[in-house]
């Protein structure tokens, strides 16, 4: 089966959900009309032995409605035909249907869509950003954003967890009065408790403290 | 005098008081480790949380994205000529694949793909499996450190210096070789270089064997890689690996035997297979791979028209003034030549609208360029197919179950490169 015969093939099952297909360069290029229903799609061509998803990408169409388009680059992996699926998405909506459920290797694709431009997946078990850090609050790829970058806080100390040893037994407590207290080999949970609630209570604005990234990033203009 | 500041620094009992209002069920017997991002296994910049129940893992959560240095960003402000140093920082290890991947994915678009030199195309044939050798010798290197064989590291080491020199004596430079151009090569190759690979092929071949003495039949190397992060042949389809990885776990895919480009076609060499899709088995395939390329560069050497010293003077690129630059003498000399010059320099090469996607064999698997163009110079979009970032999805799923020692084992066996996963 060739790319053209599979692309005819999805057109017959799908009817006008599926435009045409566009050959360029060799390569086969189908739309499908309604972003939803890109589960149903691709299912279907798995079946029919589309098993490899090469590559996701997305486009941002600026200035033109629908904004985006999600491009999903399939092969047969038996004969070599290869076949392109796109879709548009439509800006107010932002969300399609995860793929996820078709191809295991569609999570960190659709990840690193959400991160670049902001468009969602539902029914992606673990959408969060994946180049870019947890709590950066752009989408670098989209054509607004500006090549230099825009001034964001770099996640501080307060980004990272405490190490879950601490607070335990054997692990050195600051400022206690001597090695014993410093370093005790058995840790009463309500004495230490007491005491922290005591040194936090001293400390008063350490809780406003908490969360806050430390001094300003290194974009921000001094 | 200055104010004097009070500065407030949260001691680590007020950190462990807020321990525990966050984490209330403070695992007793579960511990989190934070492998990375700067650990010697991990072979740049990756960082894996893993949880541990004792010594095995029981979840593995790969943290990306330390190196991201919004490469496809960057594509779409210049045009794609001035891209091509961009690639050389994609896989770092094997850059004048890099360089061909790029060239051929532009070329396809262009729709002169098929009109390159024969010359060029037996070039940058050589390109890619030298850097192919070069890749795949640090990948083994590093694998056998962490493992605990040092010696195949300096061995390894010693091999690819010379492949630098190669790089070295054909561009100019030894990691940022940027050798190819849109519809050709930045030059031939000096007349002494076909002699230099001829020599660096009989010598690397007696130093890869010695490296496979050491570890081959090893038993502790053995012991250590046998039946561990098996994939099979279902599961690497399903999550898109791609190139050894692939291959190791017994998939018949290899886009310069499937979907041939240059003059690969032309040329005889096997397809290293797995059987089992274990950390041994990928092994065994980029070992194998390493002598199926000194055997194409042997066929190249033998085939490569205009011969060594090229006295013909075979062309190393497509004579079109509307793609490829002309020679400085004609620029200062001719009128034509001196306009094509201008608008190659100002505007870049004049692609037509259209979308092509092109994967190339890259020594870490399919390096593939999504190209988006609405015409002119400059990509509208340019999506980078990294085969590293795909190799690592699996991660998650491999890695729960094994042991920690085992954990730089699988990172080694995976042989990823960060540069071009972050991007």
Redesign the interface.
């Known amino acids: 089966m060739t790319s053209l015969e599979a692309a005819k093939a999805i057109k017959d099952k799908f009817g006008d959900l599926i435009s045409e297909p566009v050959e ?2 060799g ?1 086969i ?1 189908l739309r499908i009309a309604e972003p939803q229903q890109i589960v149903e799609v691709c299912s279907f061509a798995k079946s029919m032995g589309f ?5 996701i ?4 169409n600026y200035g033109d409605d629908p904004r985006w388009t999600v ?1 999903y ?1 399939l092969r047969a ?1 038996v004969n ?1 035909a ?1 076949i ?1 699926l796109k879709t548009d998405v439509r800006e107010e909506k932002s969300e399609l249907p995860s793929v996820i459920g078709v ?3 569609a ?3 659709e990840r ?1 869509i959400y991160d ?1 431009m902001g468009i969602r997946f539902s029914g992606h078990p673990d959408l969060r ?5 947890e709590g950066y609050p752009y989408h ?2 989209r054509k607004d ?1 500006p ?1 230099a970058g825009k001034p964001t806080d770099l996640p501080g100390v307060a980004f990272t ?2 190490t ?1 040893m ?2 335990g037994p054997f692990v ?4 206690g009065n001597d090695s014993i207290a410093r370093e005790p080999r058995v840790r009463v949970p309500e004495d ?2 007491v ?3 005591a ?2 209570e001293a ?1 008063g ?2 809780k406003a ?2 969360g806050q990234a430390f001094g300003p990033g290194p974009m921000e203009k001094k | 005098m200055p104010e004097v500041q009070i500065i ?1 620094i ?11 209002e ?2 209330p069920d ?2 007793g017997e579960r ?2 480790l934070n492998m990375g991002p700067s650990h010697p296994a991990t072979h740049g910049v990756l960082r894996i949380v893993l949880e541990l129940d004792g010594e095995v893992v029981t979840k593995a959560d790969p943290d ?2 330390y190196l ?1 240095r ?1 490469d ?3 594509a779409e ?1 210049m045009t794609y000529t001035q891209f091509i140093p961009y690639t050389d920082r994609l896989d770092y290890l094997a850059p004048l694949a890099n360089n061909v991947a790029y060239a051929l994915a532009v070329e ?2 262009l ?1 002169v793909h098929d009109k390159l030199p024969p010359r060029c195309q037996y070039i940058r044939v050589m390109c890619c499996e030298l850097a192919r050798i070069s890749a795949h010798l640090l990948g083994l290197g590093a694998f056998a450190m962490d493992t605990g064989a040092v010696t195949v590291f300096l061995l390894t080491f010693t091999e690819r210096e010379k492949i630098y020199n190669l790089a070295e004596a054909a561009s100019g430079a030894r990691l940022t070789t940027s050798y190819t151009r849109i519809g050709g090569l930045m030059r031939d190759i000096p007349p002494t270089w076909c002699g230099q690979v001829k020599q660096f092929c009989d010598e690397f071949e007696v130093s890869l064997a010695e490296s496979e003495t050491l570890l081959t039949r090893n038993r502790i190397w053995v012991d250590r890689l046998r039946d561990l992060a098996v994939v099979s042949k279902e599961m690497a ?4 690996l791609s190139g050894p990885n692939l291959r190791g776990s017994g ?1 018949d ?1 290899d886009l310069r035997k ?2 041939p480009y240059l003059c690969y076609p032309d040329l005889e060499f096997d397809v290293a297979l797995g059987s089992v899709g274990d950390c041994y088995d990928r092994y065994l395939v980029r070992m194998e791979e390493m002598r199926q390329s000194v055997r194409i560069l042997r066929q190249c050497l033998q085939q490569i028209p205009g011969g060594w010293v090229n006295d013909a003077q075979e062309p190393v690129s497509i004579p079109d003034g509307k793609i490829t630059l002309p020679s400085k003498q004609k620029v200062l000399s001719s009128m034509e030549e001196l306009i094509h010059q201008f608008m190659l320099v100002t505007e870049g090469v004049n692609c037509p609208p ?4 092109f ?1 190339h064999e890259n020594p870490k698997g ?1 390096l ?1 360029f ?1 190209i ?1 163009s609405r015409g002119g110079g400059v990509p ?2 340019l ?1 980078i ?1 990294a085969p590293s ?2 190799n ?2 699996i991660l998650g799923e491999l890695m729960p179950g094994c042991m920690i020692s085992d954990v730089p084992v699988i990172l080694g066996s995976l042989d990823f490169v960060m540069g071009e996963s ?2």
Request: aromatic share 10%.
């Open positions: 360029f360069r390569e290029s098993d490899y998803l090469v590559d990408s997305s486009l941002d491009v680059n992996i070599g290869e392109r191809w295991r290797s999570n960190w694709h690193e670049m950003r994946i180049l870019m850090w670098p790829l954003f090549l967890r405490v879950p601490e607070g050195t407590v600051a400022g230490d408790e005491e922290l609630n040194r936090v400390r604005d350490n403290m908490r | 407030d949260g001691d680590s009992a007020a950190r462990a008081s807020q321990a525990a966050e984490l403070m695992p511990m989190v990306v994205g991201h919004g496809e960003k960057i402000n396809k678009l729709g389809i399903d999550y898109g998939v895919w499937n979907q259209g979308e092509i996607y994967g399919e593939g999504y988006h509208y979009r999506k197919r970032f795909i690592l999805s972050d991007r």
